[in-house]
């Protein structure tokens, strides 16, 4: 009773005056002990995870607001799920302005960390792994924040996702950025979602390095305003290992940047590096839909900056071999279904264009042709994505 | 030796079961402060049951549900409590609104005859702040359960045979399935899944202010023998759907965010899941396109997370470890009579 009013005078507060550290140690009952925690705990407290290696049976779960998990480093101290029993995630998280930060997640059987409706969440240099590299029947999501306003994943390595390393869906006011991403059927997606940048981050190694999708019937559709930058994305080129049904599925290997539908996205200043089917891609929703709010292109794409290397010389796609060899061993490092609405490429490189008109358009009607660049271009930079100072100051 | 030593032991538990009814024909009050807050550490700190084993209680009314939760099997032994003076509000087809101060209570148990345990109990305790979801785990001894903010693990066997690591949920899972808006809600006692009969005696004894028209539209699911004609086919799949799934398939409630919406009333069939393709159900999909395919279970990602024990596929996430056969079958038979177009 005393403790639940000191609890309310501190959330009154916004800073905690009784914070406790409550330390967790590996080791025989981890999983209650760790979970009660998670449930115990009062705003303004600090979960510490010592290092080592906690066996886990059952997912974790974290509904109490103002809560950070700390543990020792990403490698140190280590959650494994390697014999998980129920659950859909290995953490998951319902509550707002919670950090989660330096430690590992391995082997989930499903998720490896999602939030869910968790505004104002941290996630900083964590490591979410599926040791056994691709595989698809790793978990689909590493790092998972979904319906919230302010997400910052940052500092953090994500392995051997089965869907997207890191996914941030129907959220807004998003940054992701200094991450490696590495061996994921998508590196990084950014889906249904408004004002995100995605800046400074590693994606290797993994089918397509970077996405920016919309998809319809979502509670929240009309993704956009993406900001795409300053990123090394590397040999994307693993086989695709998403099972089939799943959206990123359909990604090609050898994907650096792909755009699906979205309004007003810019892609500058990354270095784009050995993708062998295209190191940026545009293209509409594909599938039947019904959904008035839904627009099924890609609207105002801005690309500008980027430094392009090899690539394009073996494009994973019906019909691409014979491409290849038509426009001399390599498609241009930008292509397009031709179904854009306002490409700006400032960048002095070809573009390809399949030439298709109508959303839904068999790609067997493809005309493919060099896109010829209209005379001028216009494009207004994205207004820098600012989280709330509180969120930085979490970090300090 | 061995014989008398038994009788004995019995004559002390009828002496002990004789003080016992005894004590219950004077009820001893729920302790209505332990509903309103606090965590308590056992579940005989509510008082809401004076018989042992749960069969009855004085001070809680028992219900059970048109078309239930599967649970690996379980029985459940279902209670209201509503606070003296106070009654709950019937609101058409949909949950009962409680007063605050009232508690649902469900008891899991397993087995038959001397072999029956029970293993575990939840309590939803209505306070000012809203609902409490707490779980507690049954002793050894059956003779009182405690507090088990973490869950637990225990080993049994179901009545349909399988050995399984049965899972008492801890408290934020009690959530994970009660939360809807960001707030607990109960889910069972709607109007819609709750008999006449038993609503006409709850409101009879006081508890409730009126027998809503749209009750009891969802249909018993036992039994169900023989074959069904299409539209008791349709029913008993959209119950069995709204009853197992849509506390989180459905808007502001867990997993809003697929976009699929179980609930009874939802008409919409891209809505349910009809050719509607998944959005975050990773290797859930298990390959197949869409949730629904009409004419064809096999190739609908329903079916295949309802066949799966695996965590990560298997659907529901929570609340059980084996497979609903009855269900799946319902819901098989259901996809396969659906017009492909």
């Known amino acids: ?396 | 030796m061995r014989g008398s030593l038994f009788l004995m032991a019995a004559a002390a538990v009828a002496f002990v079961g004789a003080v016992t009814n005894s004590a219950a024909r004077t009820p001893v009050p729920v302790n209505d402060t332990a509903i309103m807050e606090g965590m308590p550490k056992k579940l005989s700190d509510f008082g809401f049951f004076h018989l042992p084993r749960q069969q009855k209680s004085l001070n809680a009314v028992r219900y059970e549900l048109n078309t239930p939760l599967y649970s690996d099997g379980a029985d459940k032994l279902r209670f209201a409590y509503v606070p003296h003076g106070k009654e709950a509000v019937a609101n058409g087809e949909g949950l009962l609104e409680f007063p605050v101060g009232s508690a649902l209570i469900k008891t899991f148990a397993f087995g038959e005859g001397s072999e029956r345990r029970l293993i575990e109990t939840r309590v939803l305790l209505h306070r000012e702040e809203g609902w409490v979801a707490l779980p507690y785990l049954w002793d050894e001894e059956q003779t009182d359960a405690r507090l088990a903010l973490a869950g637990a693990r225990v080993p049994l066997t179901t009545p349909a045979g399988e050995d399984i690591s049965y899972r008492v949920p801890n408290k934020n899972q009690c959530k994970q399935c009660h939360v809807l808006d960001g707030e607990v809600i109960p889910i069972g006692p709607k109007a819609r899944n709750l008999s006449r009969e038993w609503l006409r005696d709850f409101a009879y004894s006081g508890k409730l202010d009126k027998v809503p028209n749209e009750a009891d539209s969802l249909p018993p699911w036992e039994p169900r023998e023989g074959s069904s004609t299409l539209f008791e086919l349709d029913s008993f799949a959209r119950a069995y759907l709204d009853v197992n799934c849509a506390h989180c398939h459905q808007p502001g409630a867990m997993a809003s965010n697929s976009g699929l919406d179980l609930r009874w009333e939802q008409g919409d069939g891209h809505a349910i899941g009809i050719r509607k393709p998944p959005v975050a159900a990773g290797r859930g999909a298990g390959g197949h396109l869409v949730s629904i395919d009409p004419g064809s279970p096999e190739t609908s990602i329903m079916v295949h997370r309802m066949s799966s024990n695996e965590p990560g596929v298997a659907m529901p996430e929570l609340g059980k470890a084996t497979v609903d056969e009855d269900g799946l079958a319902i819901i098989r038979e259901w996809i396969a009579e659906m017009e492909t177009q």
Do not use: C
């Open chain 1, 1 to 396: 009773m005393i403790r639940s009013s000191i609890a309310a005078l501190a959330l009154a507060s916004a800073a905690p005056l009784f914070a406790e550290t409550q330390r967790i140690a590996p080791g025989e009952g981890a999983q209650e002990r760790l979970q009660e925690a998670l449930i115990l705990a009062e705003p303004g407290d600090e979960i510490v995870l010592e290092a080592g290696r906690y066996a886990l049976t059952d997912g974790l779960s974290l509904d109490v607001d103002g809560v950070t998990v700390r543990g020792a480093g990403m490698d140190a101290s280590v959650l494994d799920f390697t014999n998980q029993a129920g659950a859909g995630e290995g953490l998951l998280v319902t509550s707002d302005n919670v950090t989660l930060r330096d430690f590992g997640i391995e082997n989930a059987k499903g998720d490896g960390i999602k939030s869910k409706g968790a505004d104002q969440i941290i996630y900083h240099a964590l490591r979410v792994e599926w040791t056994n590299g691709p595989d698809a029947n790793n978990g689909a999501y590493g790092i998972y924040p979904v319906e919230a306003s302010n997400v910052l994943v940052q500092d953090s390595y994500v392995r051997g996702a089965s869907d997207a390393g890191i996914y941030v869906g129907q959220s807004e006011n998003i940054i992701v950025r200094r991450n490696r991403v590495v061996e994921n059927v998508a590196g990084i997606e950014i889906e249904n979602s408004n004002f995100a940048e995605v800046t400074e981050n590693l994606a290797t190694r993994n089918t397509g390095g970077i996405l920016v999708f919309d998809l319809p019937g979502l509670p929240k559709v009309g993704g956009g305003s993406v900001l795409v930058a300053r990123n090394a994305v590397i040999d994307n080129n693993t086989d695709n290992f998403a099972p089939e049904g799943n959206i990123v599925a359909g990604v090609p290997a050898g994907t650096g940047v792909m755009i699906m539908a979205n309004e007003r996205v810019q892609v500058r200043d990354n270095a784009l590096v050995n993708n062998a089917t295209s190191h940026v891609m545009l293209v509409a929703y594909t599938q039947d839909y019904d959904d008035d709010r839904y627009q099924p292109r890609p609207v105002e794409v801005a690309l500008s900056g980027n430094i392009y290397g090899s690539g394009g010389s073996a494009p994973d796609f019906p019909g691409g071999e014979m491409l290849t060899a038509a426009v001399g061993g390599a498609l241009p490092p930008v292509l397009t279904d031709g179904l854009h609405q306002g490409l700006n490429v400032f960048d002095e490189v070809p573009v390809m264009t399949l030439g298709l008109t109508e959303v839904g358009q068999s790609i067997a009607e493809a005309a493919p042709s060099m896109w010829e660049k209209p005379d001028e271009f216009s494009f207004n930079d994205l207004e820098p994505v600012s989280l709330p100072a509180a969120m930085e100051a979490r970090l300090k």
